[in-house]
């Protein structure tokens, strides 16, 4: 949500909430904490967002590659 803000000397006055967009969150957040840490970020400039959305389910599995043994370069 998004509300005006107006100052006027050392009054504030806040403007009627506007919804900016919907986003469905998932049950579990980016990384850790609890309620709703961890599901969403902003820009550092604030312009953008970074949502944590659910994706759909496929119904066939994505292939993976596995390589055994792996040594990593020095």
């Known amino acids: 949500m998004s509300v005006e803000i107006k100052t006027s000397g ?17 049950e579990e957040g980016i990384g850790i904490g609890t309620g709703n840490m961890g599901r969403y970020d902003v820009s550092a400039d604030g312009k953008r967002f970074l949502i944590n959305t659910p994706v759909e389910e496929s119904t066939t599995a994505s292939p993976i590659t596995v390589v055994h043994p792996w040594i990593p370069a020095r």
């Open 10 to 26: 050392s009054a504030l006055e806040a403007g009627v909430p506007n919804i900016l967009f919907e986003a469905r969150f998932t």
